[in-house]
């Protein structure tokens, strides 16, 4: 029969453009989210983090941006390349309490030439 | 600086063999996670340990899986009898500890891929 698996949400862009991807998170509890990338056969790679008494947090070539409001996350990658196609999770941290970090279902970014 | 170390990196067994698979986590991590990540779940925690002891084992799915840490530098996930729907990569995973900001980050090893037949 017909497998049904996870339908991963994809974003497609051209190599060279700026991708943001977005996540929804939901517990109001969680202060610290990461941001995950997964190459394929590869295991999740700490791409970047931010605490919750932040809004934005900048690394090389990404950004991360917090609403707290709407329990909302988002990673931008400036100027995209071949190398930054991958799975993207991400995690919050459920308060910090004992259970541990939750993931997201992941965004697949593809990069187009 | 090595990071998560996993063996094997692919696995093939048949149904009802014992399957165990290993991790050595980063130096000084107190914290190991074990996940699992299949088409049609995604990522799913099984269990971790923080220093050496058994946390939280909610997400093993079953008695036929169970999972060691015997010391700080090693852990087992075993699985006895193993079936079919077990085929899945295994993730292991370790950080500094549960609490505080930095020290949550989890840092992911290469995982192994599991047939069973």
């Known amino acids: 029969g017909e497998s049904v698996g996870l339908h991963l949400p994809t974003l497609s862009v051209q190599e060279g453009d700026n991708s943001i991807i977005n996540c929804a998170y939901s517990?109001?509890?969680?202060?610290?989210f990461i941001w995950y990338k997964q190459e394929s056969g590869k295991g999740p790679q700490f791409i970047i983090d931010?605490?919750?008494?932040?809004d934005k947090r900048q690394g090389q070539r990404v950004t991360v941006l917090l609403n707290k409001t709407v329990k909302h996350l988002s990673l931008q990658i400036a100027a995209t390349q071949p190398g930054d196609s991958a799975v993207y999770f991400c995690a919050e941290n459920n308060g910090g309490g004992a259970d541990g970090l939750t993931f997201g279902k992941g965004t697949h970014l593809i990069i187009q030439p | 600086d090595a990071g998560v170390i996993q063996s094997p990196r692919h696995e093939v067994t048949e149904m009802g063999q014992e399957v165990t698979l290993r991790c050595k986590p980063i130096?000084?991590?107190?914290?190991l996670f074990w996940y699992r990540q299949t088409m049609m779940r995604g990522l799913e925690l099984l269990i971790y340990?923080?220093?050496?002891?058994?946390?939280?084992d909610s997400g093993m799915p079953e008695d036929r899986f169970s999972a060691k840490m015997p010391n700080a530098s090693f852990s087992t996930l075993k699985i006895q009898p193993s079936e079919p729907r077990d085929s899945a990569v295994y993730f292991c995973?370790?950080?500094?500890?549960?609490?505080?900001?930095?020290?949550?980050?989890?840092?992911f090893g290469p995982g192994t891929r599991l047939t069973v037949l």
């Open positions: 995973a370790s950080s500094l500890g549960l609490f505080g900001g930095a020290s949550d980050t989890q840092y």
């Open positions: 931010i605490r919750s008494n932040m």
């Open positions: 130096s000084g991590h107190n914290s």
């Open positions: 340990f923080n220093n050496n002891v058994p946390i939280d």
């Open positions: 517990n109001s509890a969680s202060d610290y």
